[in-house]
C-alpha cells in the first residue's frame, strides 16, 4: 500500500483517466465496481472528475474535448514531468507523434498528449496543485501499467530512451519487458499475441481489489464484459474485464 504526497519523479507513471463519453455511467460502474467517491469539477473543465479512495485521489474521469476526433473509450496513462515542453519535444525526436500540445489546466498543472511510435497513446503530467494519483496498490488504487505493443522491442526501446530507464525481459514464453529506475519497477511492455489479430496498442491499467471473483461479478451485474477469467498467477489472482463503454482494464488482487 502506498500514499504519495508529493509529485512523483520525471518518467514515473503519475496518473490514469478515462474518456468516458457519458461520465454518469461511468461514474456509476466504478463506483459500483471500485467503491470510488468523486469530486465532480464544474462546466468550464467539462465537469472533469477526481475518483477517491476515502480522502486520497486515484483516477480521473473526463469527456472528450470540444472538436475532438471520435475516439473509443479508454484508459490513458500520464508519466510525471518537470519540464513538459522539453519532454514532448524528446518524445517527437524519438518518434511520437503529438495529439494535444503542452496545455496548462490551472492551478492543477500541464497535461500533454502523445502516441508512441507503436500507436499507442500516452501523456505527460506536470503537477502544479494536483500531484497525480495519490494512492497505489490497494483495494481501488493503480496497482499496474502494461503496454500492449504491436512492437514489444521497439516501443521499449522508445521509453527507456524518454525516460532512461532499463528493461528486464520477463522469463517465460510471452515477450515481457519490466521497465526499471535502479530496483524500482515503473511498468511493463507486452508483445501483443498475432493470433489475437488486429488490436489496437494500448496502456492498459491495473487496479487493486480485495477479491477478484466478487469484482468480476460486480462488474457484470453493472453491465460491464469479462475479457479474460480470472487465472492465478506469481503476482496475485488477476482478470482483464471491459467496462459498459468498451474500456478495458484489469484487476489484481492485493494484500
Not at 75 to 102: C, M, Q
Not at 108 to 128: H, I, K, N, R, V
Not at 205 to 234: H, I, M, Q, R, W
Request: some cysteine.
Amino acid at each position: 500500500m502506498t500514499t504519495h504526497t508529493q509529485p512523483k519523479p520525471p518518467g514515473t507513471p503519475t496518473w490514469v483517466d478515462l474518456l468516458a463519453h457519458d461520465l454518469d455511467m461511468a461514474r456509476n460502474f466504478y463506483h459500483a465496481v471500485f467503491n470510488w467517491e468523486y469530486d465532480i469539477g464544474p462546466p468550464e473543465y467539462g465537469y472533469y472528475t477526481n475518483a477517491r479512495v476515502g480522502e486520497r485521489v486515484a483516477v480521473g474521469m473526463g469527456g472528450a474535448m470540444p472538436d475532438a476526433p471520435p475516439t473509443p473509450s479508454t484508459w490513458s496513462l500520464y508519466f510525471a514531468t518537470n519540464d513538459i515542453e522539453a519532454d514532448v519535444a524528446r518524445a517527437v525526436e524519438l518518434g511520437a507523434k503529438v495529439h494535444v500540445p503542452a496545455m496548462a489546466i490551472e492551478p492543477y498543472g500541464s497535461m500533454a498528449l502523445l502516441e508512441d511510435p507503436t500507436g499507442a497513446a500516452f501523456g505527460f503530467w506536470l503537477a502544479g496543485e494536483h500531484i497525480g494519483s495519490q494512492v497505489n496498490d490497494e483495494p481501488g488504487g493503480v496497482a499496474w501499467y502494461e503496454l500492449c505493443s504491436s512492437n514489444a522491442q521497439q516501443a521499449r526501446d522508445f521509453y527507456c530512451a524518454l525516460f532512461g530507464t532499463t528493461a528486464e525481459p520477463m522469463p517465460g514464453g510471452e515477450e515481457y519487458y519490466v521497465l526499471k529506475r535502479g530496483d524500482e519497477q515503473l511498468c511493463a511492455v507486452m508483445q501483443i499475441d498475432p493470433a489475437l489479430g488486429a488490436v489496437q496498442p494500448q496502456w492498459i491499467t491495473y487496479f487493486g481489489v480485495a477479491d477478484a471473483d466478487a469484482s468480476v461479478a460486480t462488474v457484470t451485474a453493472n453491465g460491464g464484459k469479462v475479457l479474460s477469467a480470472v487465472e492465478p498467477t506469481p503476482f496475485g489472482r488477476m482478470a482483464t474485464l471491459a467496462d459498459p463503454a468498451g474500456a478495458q482494464f484489469k484487476i489484481v488482487e492485493v494484500v
